[in-house]
């Protein structure tokens, strides 16, 4: 498999606090890759430097082969690479259907994004029955799944996901990783899932990476990470 995704040496953080020293991890195209580790330990900065947000200070990024590592923010969803941040950032006031259409990213044509709406409403048949509800109004699943709608309509090759599973039931959750797992094994879709609900992250994904303090301590096929007596009671509570 080629790899769609490559983090080589990424040092980044936040004034005088470095939060991620010399990460390197890859992702193939197809893949789900998860990125689990304790809170705090610097999950959420490196997709939201792979977005763009925060920049590398030292290392580079590469997606599809290009160096992106100094490309702005706004580049990468219109080239393929899409985050949902935590919780989702819906826009509470407006329908769901108006924010999927802020997904769509650059102006289209209305053909072109009734035909969006339509593709990520085949892929979440409930929010076609919500399309005219305020997403304030849904609950936290849904609200979830218009998130990762909304990421879809720009037509991803790779979705970064942070904690998909926060506030959600148990039922959710589950609904949530078997949508995922569907679009990366049916439409090709590579993700990246940074979770702390580690039993579930690792049994969707195919490879995982374990971040420690800002440190790749491990990576593997996730199947065998699940099994690892030292990450089941570190990150699994069993
Ligand atoms: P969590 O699951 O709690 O979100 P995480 O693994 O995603 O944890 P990060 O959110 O990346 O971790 O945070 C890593 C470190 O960076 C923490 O010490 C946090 O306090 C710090 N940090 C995160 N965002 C900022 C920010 N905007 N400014 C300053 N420090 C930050």
């Known amino acids: 498999m080629s790899t769609i995704l490559a983090v080589e040496g990424v040092t980044a953080g936040y004034g005088d606090a470095t939060v991620l020293f010399d990460v390197s991890c890859t992702v193939a195209a197809g893949e789900i890759v998860a990125v689990v580790g304790a809170n705090g330990a610097g999950k959420t900065t490196l997709l939201s430097t792979i977005a763009g947000l925060v920049p590398a200070r030292a290392g580079r990024i590469a997606f599809r082969g290009e160096d992106i590592t100094g490309r702005p923010a706004h580049w ?13 950032r819906l826009f509470p ?11 769509a990213y650059a102006p ?16 979440f048949p409930i929010l076609r029955e919500r399309r005219e509800q305020a997403a304030g109004k849904l609950s936290g699943g849904e609200r979830q799944m218009v998130a990762i709608a909304r990421a879809l309509m720009c037509r991803p090759d790779l979705l970064m996901l942070d904690e998909p599973s926060v506030g959600l039931s148990p039922l959710m959750v589950g609904r949530v990783f ?12 590579t993700v990246v899932l940074v979770e702390q609900n580690v039993t579930e992250a690792l049994t969707v994904a195919d490879r995982a990476y374990v971040l420690d303090h800002g440190h790749i301590v491990r990576g593997g096929p996730a199947a065998a990470l699940r099994g690892e007596r030292e990450i089941q009671e570190a990150y699994m509570g069993l």
């Open 108 to 123: 289209r044509g209305r053909a072109v994004l009734k035909e969006r709406l339509e593709e990520v409403m085949a892929v």
């Open 93 to 103: 006031f407006m329908s769901v259907e108006e924010n999927l259409l802020l997904g």
């Open 76 to 88: 990468r969803p219109a080239h393929g690479l899409a985050l949902v941040a935590e919780g989702g």
């Open 178 to 189: 078997e949508i995922v797992e569907r679009l990366a094994r049916r439409e090709g879709l």
